[in-house]
């Protein structure tokens, strides 16, 4: 049994019983990434030595008896585009190539008080655009159930890492979905926290309205214990919000008896596969079974969510890029005679075509004569698309609906249609359009033996009521003690 199919909680006890050492648990990382990485390829860059060097320095620490924190001496690998003072930060890009930052992105500063160790930066759709992992500029990612599927996008290597047990768990971005699709579709837990509760500072930004760094783990508990580090305000980021961080933990006590649950006739119809909606009924008659109410209510505006969130992503996205000109860092074209053929030849050398595609419809929508039709008339939508949520939250405690329509699909299926693939992500934008938190937990196979996820959105800062649902539905099932066989 590998030392990662156990929980955090249980690996901090035996630490501390001295049954095993952090040097353990980083050899274990590492010779795991030997045996499955040439199939799995998660990692765009490790960070061995320094790895193993932290992991003697926090054994001595165990050693001299201090007594540590729930995530002392845990393994965990970092998306590729959170930046980590003196190793890589690509973003999956060629125009970043050889970047290397000098500072630590704040919830990097946040898991080096926690006393983590860093494995390496994980794989990712290029600056975060795509939802199968076919757009990073270096390699695919595949999903470890099988490896001829994608494993989802655009954290599509943090939730493969964590579900080929490489690392005990991940940090992901999700932007209209990037944290919890991948889950889904490689049988892991993902949370998108609600938008402020996590600082965004270090993240290299996409959609700055919309991103949010977030966890990727196997059990919900574990989950909890990395939402717990991560969380509270910062004042390198303005957007990070004054609250108070609960003990996420605490609120894992299985009892969901009374809970109001809505599940959206929007999330179960057109568009939405027969294996992901049967899978969420079954899971609604478990949560029954422990006590909890479900009705079915109506999100009249989410079927206007797609286009709204492609149009502001996108317009956020070519104001957020266009500092990667050749001047200041990142790659510069060497074919260029003048300062607007650098900035053009280096834009078109460095990106690839998705990132491409998006700015210049993010740069169409901002345009004079465009911006009131397009731009204006999506935050109008997002406006709506938030009110349709607060109407809902005002009766009912939770929502409840797939995370995807469909399981993986196979590699390069749909590469070739941009449309079909914005659609994987229909059922997940609208939680960042609202702003609010969601979670993807394991319920289910398909018939091609791929995990389903079931999503589960709450009220803002709600985030406990979630993982409280969430664990109350682990604890009842066993879809979270199923691992891949690679």
Partial sequence: MSLFEQKVSELHERLHKKEIS???????????????????KAFLTLDEENARNQAKQLDDQIVKGENKGA?????????????????????????????????????????????????????????????????????????????????????GGSAASVASGEVLFSLGSDTGGSIRQPAAYCGVV???????????????????????????????????????AISGIDPMDSTSANVDVPSFVNSLTGDVRGLKIAVPKEYLGEGVGEEARNSVLEALKVLEGLGAKWEEVSLPHSKYALAAYYLLSSSEASANLSRFDGVRYGHRTDNAETLIEM???????????EVKRRIMLG????????????????????????????DVFEKYDLIVGPTTPTPAFKIGEKVDDPLTMYANDILTIPVNLAGVPGISVPC???????????????????????????HAFEQATDFHKQFPKL
């Avoid at 353990?24 to 045996?35: A, F, M, N, P, T």
């Avoid at 900035?343 to 075509?353: V, W």
């Avoid at 709450?458 to 409280?468: L, M, P, Q, V, W």
């Fill in 190 to 228: 993902g949370l998108k926290p609600t938008y402020g509760r996590v600082s965004r500072f270090g993240l290299v930004a996409f959609a700055s309205s919309l991103d949010q760094i977030g966890p990727i783990t196997r059990t919900v508990e574990d989950n909890a214990y990395l939402l717990e």
């Fill in 363 to 390: 740069t169409f929508s901002l345009s004079s004569g465009y911006y009131d039709a397009y731009y204006k008339k999506a935050q109008k939508v997002r406006t709506l698309i938030k009110k349709d949520f607060e």
């Fill in 444 to 470: 289910g196979f398909g018939s091609n033996g791929l995990p389903l996820g079931l999503q589960m959105i709450g009220k803002h800062f709600d985030e406990s009521t979630i993982y409280r649902a969430a």
């Fill in 22 to 40: 952090v040097t353990d648990l980083v050899d274990e990382s590492y010779k795991r990434i030997g045996q499955v990485e040439d199939k799995v």
């Fill in 71 to 155: 995530l002392f001496g845990m393994p965990i690998g970092v998306k590729d585009n959170i930046v980590t003072k003196n190793l890589r930060t690509t973003c999956a890009s060629k125009i970043l190539e050889n970047f290397d930052p000098i500072y630590d992105a704040t919830v990097v500063q946040k898991l080096q008080q926690a006393e983590t160790v860093t494995i390496g930066k994980l794989n990712m759709d290029e600056f975060a655009m795509g939802s199968s992992n076919e757009n990073s500029a270096y390699q695919a990612t595949r999903n470890p159930w099988n490896t001829d599927y994608v494993p989802g996008g655009s954290s």
């Fill in 343 to 353: 900035y053009k030849q280096t834009r078109a050398e460095g990106f690839g075509d």
